[in-house]
Structures are given as structure tokens and as C-alpha cells.
């Protein structure tokens, strides 16, 4: 059975950092690359950073380019998502998923598993 789980959300002030963690059990790691997603109240869930299996490649929605950084530990089944230089705009709830694929992509629907999320708010 493959678990996602987020931890590392809560109340920041506008300026701050979070480092958002996903520990994953019950797929082959290594193979799947893996995607950060957030969704605010309102809105449709979207795509935030993607990271290739071997961890090589990454890929970022303009949002979160030179601000956000996605990294993996393949030793410890965690990919991450450092968050610097928070917004307002930055409050969701984040989740991670595993995609069908061994690269990052920011396609939704190539993602097979969720995470069950994490909150993220930014203070003004």
C-alpha cells in the first residue's frame, strides 16, 4: 500500500521560510518522480515543483522559480520542498504526489498517488 506523507506546514510570516517534508513507503522510490501541488480555498489544485526519480532534474512553475527549491533524499524515501521568501499568496494546502513516470512533470494527471496534504498559511 503506498503511503505519502507531508509534514512541515503552519503560520509563517510574509518574508519567512518552511521546509515542507514527504516520507513515502510502499513504492519503488527511486523510479517515480515526484511533484509538489498546492490548492487554495477556491481554487484548483496546481502544480508548484517536480523532481525527476534520480533526482536530476527539476522543474518549477514560474511562482515559486528562484523562491522555492524541491530536493530528494532516495536513502531516506523524502522528497522536500524548501520555501523562501514566503508570500501572502503562497497560503494552500500543499500535497505531494508520485507520478507513473521517472521524471518530474507538471502535468496533474500523470501523478498516481497524494498525499493527504499540508497547511500552509503566510501572514501580511
Known amino acids: 500500500q503506498v503511503q505519502l506523507v507531508e509534514s512541515g506546514g503552519g503560520l509563517v510570516q510574509a518574508g519567512g521560510s518552511l521546509r515542507l517534508s514527504c516520507a513515502a513507503a510502499g513504492l519503488a522510490f527511486s523510479s517515480c518522480g515526484m511533484g509538489w501541488f498546492r490548492q487554495a480555498p477556491g481554487k484548483e489544485r496546481e502544480f508548484v515543483a517536480a523532481?525527476?526519480?534520480?533526482?536530476?532534474?527539476?522543474i518549477y512553475a514560474d511562482s515559486a522559480k528562484g523562491r522555492f527549491t524541491i530536493s530528494r533524499d532516495n536513502a531516506k524515501n523524502t522528497v522536500y520542498l524548501q520555501m523562501n521568501s514566503l508570500k501572502p499568496e503562497d497560503t494552500a494546502v500543499y500535497y505531494c504526489?508520485?507520478?507513473?513516470?521517472?521524471?518530474?512533470?507538471?502535468?496533474?494527471?500523470?501523478?498516481?498517488?497524494w498525499g493527504q496534504g499540508t497547511q500552509v498559511t503566510v501572514s501580511s
Open positions: 504526489a508520485s507520478s507513473y513516470e521517472r521524471t518530474g512533470t507538471r502535468t496533474i494527471d500523470r501523478y498516481a498517488y
Open positions: 523532481i525527476s526519480g534520480s533526482g536530476g532534474g527539476t
